[in-house]
């Protein structure tokens, strides 16, 4: 699994909100400056990402973007999934997808490829929104320090 472009910004916009989580609503403008993603990029994403549950959205002047949840509530793997679509490597070990594949019932490759989505949807399912900014926010103190 590669992340793309659109689910580095994403992933980015959710950290943001997930660290403004309380303070009501925020514009995609001030998220786009603070996390380096072209505004007009960044709306398409927090459109999908209002659609899948895990933003609000509201328009005008007090208006803005916040997390539909508590960041400990939102995990890594929920806006993978929304912005990347299925975590599995291969459509293979894809859920729901019909198999036409000859060599599915003998295929090793396979069981191999259904570890790397089990092991993969684990650490990002137990990677919380929380837990990132947490993690951010002791790098940034170290960086701080350091300098």
Request: glycine letters at 6%.
């Amino acid at each position: 699994m590669k992340i793309s472009t659109k689910g580095e910004y994403g992933i980015r916009a959710m950290i943001e909100l997930a660290h403004r989580y309380g303070q009501g609503y925020v514009q995609s403008a001030e998220i786009a400056a603070v996390r380096d993603v072209p505004e007009n990029y960044l709306y398409q994403l927090l459109i999908t990402l209002r659609k899948a549950g895990l933003v609000r959205s509201r328009r005008g002047p007090q208006g803005g973007h916040m997390l539909s949840r508590p960041p400990n509530r939102i995990s890594l793997a929920e806006v993978v999934v929304a912005l990347e679509g299925p975590l599995a490597p291969v459509t293979c070990v894809q859920d729901g997808i019909v198999h036409d594949c000859l060599f599915a019932d003998t295929c090793v490759v396979r069981d191999v490829w259904q570890q790397v989505t089990e092991a993969t949807r684990q650490i990002l399912e137990e990677t919380n929104f929380e837990q990132l900014v947490e993690r951010e926010k002791e790098r940034q103190s170290a960086a701080a320090a350091a300098s």
